[in-house]
């Protein structure tokens, strides 16, 4: 549905910190479907852990943000003309589940609780072949750069 080169020009990231591989499935408002694949390669697996290989939690809450964030984006009126920005403006109620490793395919889940102010509020998981590692609330708001 999504594929990086579209990701890209929605968010601001790139490699290293590009989390997002593709998005499979969006209903605009309401939810988002999104997916990375976790690597061998990933520069973090060099220092976390060495001998036992186990993506950072905080990575892979960012790897949610950033699911939320393109579907803040694209329900948004926000336009592709490079004056708007996705921030994360909050994290709550994260939880860890199990742990990411090298070769998983981590897919990433966000549906809009509630849109106020400008802030949107979403709740988000990532899950390993149908095993949930992680949720959070993740809190995003559109900015003008």
Sequence with gaps: MMDITEI???LPHRYP????DRVTEMKT??????YKNVTANEEFFQGHFPLK??????????????????LAFKSGDAELNGNQIVLLAGV????????VE???????EGKVDKVRRGMWIFSATASVD???????????TLKEV
């Design 102 to 108: 090298p070769g998983d395919k981590l897919v990433l």
């Design 17 to 20: 910190f590009l989390l997002v």
């Design 8 to 10: 890209k020009s929605i």
């Design 92 to 99: 709550d109620k994260v939880r860890f589940k199990r742990p």
């Design 53 to 70: 290989p186990v993506m950072p939690g905080v990575l892979i809450v960012e790897a949610m943000a950033q699911a939320c964030g393109v």
């Design 130 to 140: 149908g095993d949930k590692a992680a949720q959070a609330e993740i809190i995003c």
């Design 29 to 34: 408002g309401e939810s988002i479907v999104a």
